[in-house]
């Protein structure tokens, strides 16, 4: 092939990308407006335990959350629905990260809280499927990936924001190839992804009393994408008198994030997609490692919550899947229950867990036999429950 075949190849590939984008940017507009989760009279809760130690650590949020959720559970205001299909194994015999009919199931659902699921990697025995994570975010519009990260001893209680379709994942498959010498993916933004993105941040600043959100970019040099959710940042700040924002860049953002100096005031973050979920697992390392923190997936029509570390690769080749951390996938659990309107459990979910690993400490997860199985962990924040008042 010719230079002038492959730049005309190149063209149509970027040509179609572009028109479904497009297409997509008028799906976003028809989008509803945004149901009130809080009130729903029967709340259906769709489970996905995922891969490796996803069922084990699935089966302990489970037994702490209908500790939790007992009486609305037995007067049909929450109901825990299985979605079966989504295991790698069921994936990939279909040839789908994510077949139809789970979908189906997924949409049936008012919420949903999964466990991890393989992503296939170049050279494994996968067939190189997408991710089935980013899959449901875009089919289930999923745009907002809220993280909490909470360390009291140091006085943090920050909240973030992570832009969750757009950005360089949204085409992280449809990259173009010129010849063999020139590879290029892309960086996608749109208006009305980021606009709702900040709708959804503000919103959560102001009905919680925070007066300072943080916009993380590399608009120094990534102009017109950061540039525009830079704009899109101050243009929502117009509409909320009183919540401030300060632009910081991302590479000093992360270098300094623990500096007391550079991080006095700091409350809310709000994210690119990227910068992101790197910047977010750095946070949650500081509070205790990715097993340890969770992360919700907001929409106007869905939500989905889960842990954000991985299937635990290791713990499974060494028959000790049994053992690994479930603390991280009780902790959706407690953000889940926040958001279908019982905020309430979700604190003493948290006291429990803070007495259950720094205070009593009756079982401790070390991730070998040496250990508490997860299992055993769960019955133990559940009893914990059961003795603290509500």
């Known amino acids: 092939m010719n230079r002038e075949e492959m730049i005309e190849r190149a063209k149509q590939a970027f040509g ?7 297409d997509r940017i008028e799906e976003i507009r028809k989008e509803p407006p945004r149901k009130d989760f809080t009130q729903l009279s029967h709340v259906k809760v769709g489970i996905m335990p995922g891969d490796g130690i996803g ?9 702490v959350a209908r500790e939790l959720l007992k009486k609305e559970i037995a007067d049909q205001r929450v109901e825990f629905v299985p979605i079966e299909g989504m295991t790698i194994e069921e994936r990939a015999r279909q040839k789908e990260s994510l077949p139809d009919a789970v979908l189906e199931a997924c949409k049936a659902c008012d919420v949903l809280v999964k466990g991890p699921f393989v992503t296939p990697r170049a050279g494994d025995k996968w067939p190189n499927l997408l991710s089935a994570n980013s899959l ?3 089919r289930l519009q999923l745009y ?5 990260i909470r360390i009291p001893e140091k006085g943090i209680d920050w909240t973030f924001f992570r832009e ?6 949204i085409w992280g498959n449809k990259g173009i190839s010129v010849g063999d010498d020139l590879a290029i993916d892309f960086k996608v933004l749109s208006k009305p992804g980021v ?14 009393g925070k007066t300072n959100i943080t916009v993380a970019t590399k608009a120094n040099i990534v102009k017109l994408v950061d540039g525009n959710f830079l704009k899109a940042a101050h243009a929502k700040e117009k509409e909320y008198p009183g919540i401030h924002v300060r632009e910081e860049l991302i590479d000093s953002l992360s270098a300094k994030l623990m500096d007391p100096e550079f991080n006095a005031g700091m409350q809310v973050f709000v994210l690119p997609n990227l910068y992101g979920d790197i910047l977010t697992d750095i946070a949650a390392e500081y509070q205790g490692g990715l097993g340890t923190a969770s992360s919700s997936n907001i929409g106007d029509q869905y939500a989905m919550f889960e842990a954000i570390h991985g299937v635990g690769v290791y713990l499974v080749e060494h028959n000790r899947a049994q053992y690994a951390d479930p603390s991280s996938l009780i902790r959706a659990m407690g953000e889940m229950m926040a958001f279908i309107g019982y905020p309430e459990k979700r604190e003493r979910l948290f006291k429990a867990l803070d007495f259950c690993t720094k205070v009593e400490r009756k079982a401790v997860i070390t991730t070998d036999q040496d250990g508490a199985t997860a299992e055993e962990f769960a019955e133990y ?5 059961q003795n603290m008042e509500a």
């Open 136 to 138: 449901l975010r875009r």
């Open 144 to 148: 907002a990936a809220v993280r909490p």
């Open 164 to 169: 969750n379709i757009e950005g360089e994942y």
């Open 195 to 208: 606009d709702r993105l900040f709708r959804n941040a503000f919103e959560y600043a102001k009905n919680n």
């Open 55 to 63: 069922p084990y650590i699935m089966k302990a949020a489970l037994l």
């Open 16 to 22: 179609k990308l572009i028109e479904q984008d497009l």
């Open 381 to 385: 924040v559940a009893e914990t429950l």
